[in-house]
């Protein structure tokens, strides 16, 4: 039997995001939110676990209060319940304080393996799973693109920079996922009806004891401009062949 | 001794490491050190080519994996207090770093583009956040200051000084971990290693069956180039290896030419081609992103178009 915690985050739909033309700052006040994208990967690779091997899955994030809406997307992916770690002050928390909040909040659960994504679809660190793992002084592997439990001991599938790398490790361990380990499952309408009816356990800043402050600071936010040329040409033959020659002055083609 | 610490995986980064890492020494007036895994030679080398320490990690077991060393970098640096710590964004050593950050409860920068030192002779960290679609300037209020750069952002020392002198140092020793490595599967070399490509053909989910790279390939070949593809060209369609797809979260190239067939331009994957030279895009809707943030687009269908290119091309090349 495994219990397993999937993390996710709730995070600002890019796709939202709006551009101040003159000052280039970001307009984020009317933007969505949304699991982020590589956290279905984690949800889905801890119940898929649990269908296979027994047990049950518990999805934790960390938020604001507003996060509350996640809720519900989540535990119809899935898993049996969730932790809802939320404060009015987890607003813009960075990768060090996640990783310490998470590790305060589930270091009495019990677990036997903690299932993160490889990052996080708004700010990408790639930290919060291993970071995770040093607080809660487990083993870890990043990158993980197939798990097998045997027993004790997990099997993981890593990627590394030349390859692959096949590992093992006691339980309890974390590994943070790749979205290549499998394809997240579509949640049906029974399954955001059940999902409502699944406990969730809350638990905020006062319940943890401790403040837990930032490391880093941010200096500035900017849009990134990419100023191209933005010249079109059509799919006429003179067209083409303009194009070309555009390409040889440029001296890209020889 | 305090100072900047680099520490990569392979000799090649840590070279790319030691170029930034003896400016932001030399701009702050501390000295560099470099970490060295499992040998000595190498550690002389790193000498040569601008530290002034070498660390030397003792060497690992086969069954033993690179994060052996996170236990015995967090203790060096407890004892020594380095100013920054940067680390080669390698998939392993982006674990690394943030291990060895959380081991020292400081902050880090992922994925780093940019550093410098400001007016508080603190270190200026930049990276890409959503996606792409902003860039953030970051300080790092507590010890060490933190980042990891990756490959190929800066280019490797080039200069050796055979007659530069540092110090080396064994450190360690390193205790066993719960992790063991029980296999590695070296890629097979399917391809070359697009980030030195000078020109790129890309593909993108325009193209619509794994019989028509060929298309994209024949028009790669004739411009002396290599073929690269969008994330689900790789990682959900299977067409193409894993390591020719260019975005956010895979590589950042910096051809001379791009050219783009059918893709729509998503932030994710225009985040990796942001230094190419110069981007085109093929693409038979009018309005896809990519257009704009391409210096030549063609609007027209890619599979009338790429043929006709290449056989122009082919013939511009006899002449």
Redesign the interface.
């Known amino acids: 039997m495994l219990n397993i915690i999937a993390c996710f985050k709730w995070v600002i739909d890019h796709e939202d995001i709006k551009i101040n033309p003159e000052t280039h700052e970001l307009v984020l006040d009317r933007a969505g939110y949304r699991i982020s994208d590589y956290d279905r990967f984690a949800i889905e690779e801890a119940v898929a676990l649990t269908e296979q091997y027994g047990g049950s899955t518990t999805a934790v994030t960390v938020g604001l209060p507003a996060a509350k809406k996640s809720l519900k997307d989540a535990l119809a992916r899935g898993p049996e319940k969730a932790i809802f770690i939320n404060d009015p002050a987890f607003h813009n928390l960075e990768p060090s304080q996640t990783a310490a909040i998470l590790a305060q909040s589930i270091s009495n659960q019990e677990y036997d393996l903690i299932i993160c994504g490889e990052g996080s679809g708004d700010l990408y660190a790639q930290q919060v799973g291993p970071r995770l793992a040093e607080h809660l002084n487990i083993p870890c592997a990043s990158f993980v693109r197939k798990i097998t439990i045997e027993g004790r001991e997990l099997i993981a599938e890593r990627r590394v920079d030349e390859g692959i790398e096949v590992i093992s490790m006691p339980l309890p361990a974390l590994v943070t996922v790749l979205p290549e380990i499998n394809s997240p499952r579509v949640p049906g309408l029974k399954d955001t009806l059940s999902a409502a009816k699944k406990p969730v356990v809350e638990i905020t800043a006062s319940d943890l004891g401790q403040t837990f402050a930032s490391c880093l600071e941010t200096v500035e936010i900017k849009a990134t401009t990419m100023e191209r040329n933005c010249e079109k040409f059509g799919a006429e033959k003179d067209e083409l062949k303009r194009f070309i020659d555009v390409l040889c002055r440029a001296g890209v083609v020889d | 001794m305090a100072g900047v610490w680099v520490f990569a995986?392979n000799y090649d980064y840590c070279l790319e490491l030691l170029q930034i890492g003896r400016s932001l020494a030399d701009k702050t007036g501390v000295q560099l050190t470099a970490f060295a895994c499992g040998d000595k030679g190498i550690g002389q080398q790193y000498i040569y080519y601008g530290a002034d320490q070498v660390f030397i990690l003792p060497p690992l077991a086969e069954d033993q994996?690179l994060?052996t060393y996170?236990p015995a970098i967090v203790e060096a640096a407890r004892q020594e207090d380095p100013d920054i710590i940067l680390c080669a964004a390698?998939?392993?050593g982006?674990?690394i770093a943030?291990?060895v950050?959380?081991?020292l409860?400081?902050?880090?920068?992922?994925?780093c583009i940019a550093l410098a030192i400001n007016s508080d002779n603190k270190l200026?960290m930049k990276r890409?956040?959503?996606?792409?679609?902003?860039?953030?300037?970051?300080?790092?209020?507590?010890r060490p200051q933190m980042a990891t750069i990756p490959p190929h952002t800066f280019t490797p020392v080039t200069e050796l000084d055979d007659t530069r002198s540092g110090i080396i140092k064994e450190i360690g020793p390193i205790s066993s971990?719960?992790?063991?490595?029980?296999?590695?599967?070296?890629?097979a070399k399917e391809s070359g290693d697009i980030t030195r490509s000078r020109?790129l053909v890309c593909v993108g989910r325009g193209v619509e069956k794994e019989g028509d790279l060929k298309l994209a390939g024949d028009l790669a070949e004739t411009?002396g180039g290599d073929l690269a593809c969008t994330r689900p060209i790789a990682?959900e369609l299977h067409w193409m290896p894993?390591e020719t797809y260019i975005g956010?979260?895979g590589q950042k190239v910096k051809p001379?030419?791009y050219i783009g067939l059918g893709i729509s331009g998503q932030?994710q994957h225009?985040?990796g081609i942001?230094d190419a030279?110069?981007?085109?895009s093929i693409n038979k809707d009018?309005d896809a992103p990519i257009?704009?943030?391409?210096?030549?687009?063609?609007?027209?269908?890619l599979y009338?178009?790429v043929p006709?290119?290449s056989q122009?091309?082919a013939r511009?090349k006899k002449k």
């Open positions: 995986e994996p994060g996170v390698t998939l392993r982006k674990e943030a291990r950050a959380a081991g409860n400081t902050g880090l920068c992922s994925e200026e890409v956040i959503y996606g792409g679609a902003a860039m953030q300037t970051l300080t790092c209020k507590t971990t719960p992790v063991k490595v029980l296999a590695k599967k070296p890629r020109v411009l990682e894993q956010l979260s001379e030419l932030i225009t985040t942001r030279r110069v981007i085109c009018e257009f704009k943030i391409s210096d030549y687009g063609i609007v027209g269908d009338e178009v006709f290119l122009e091309l511009l």
